[in-house]
């Protein structure tokens, strides 16, 4: 069985620092992987299901837009918060990061 971690919002998304988008997401992955301690990676189908009916999503980044807490494009952020949804992550694993993620913890 497959847990999806959808704990973040496209906001905290928003704060990850990165060169690209590419480089974001390689952070995001490499700190799963270093909780879990393999390699994780993004379900393409689950991503693309995201991707296509992902109105809620939409609507929560225009509404964070509109009250300035983001700026910019909208499509990046919510591209990464979406691969970020669609880990490929179970259950142990999702304890695991659960276990040992401080409440403070910081990119």
């Keep these: ?7 973040r919002s496209p906001l905290r ?3 990850i620092k990165g060169r690209s988008p590419a480089h974001k997401l390689n952070r995001v992955l490499g ?3 270093r909780y879990v301690g393999r390699r994780v ?4 189908s689950r991503l693309i299901s995201e991707q296509t ?10 509404l964070l837009r509109n009250f300035c807490m983001i700026s910019g494009e909208i ?3 919510l591209d990464l918060y979406l691969q970020q949804c669609s880990a ?3 259950c142990r694993d999702l304890a695991l990061i659960g276990a040992t ?3 403070y913890h910081k990119f």
């Design 101 to 103: 993620l401080p409440p």
């Design 13 to 15: 998304t928003y704060l």
């Design 75 to 77: 499509k990046p952020t």
């Design 41 to 44: 990676y993004v379900d393409t």
């Design 31 to 33: 700190m799963y992987q």
């Design 88 to 90: 490929i992550i179970n």
């Design 53 to 62: 009916s992902g109105d809620c999503n939409w609507a929560i980044s225009y």
């Design 1 to 7: 069985m497959l847990c999806s971690i959808q704990g």
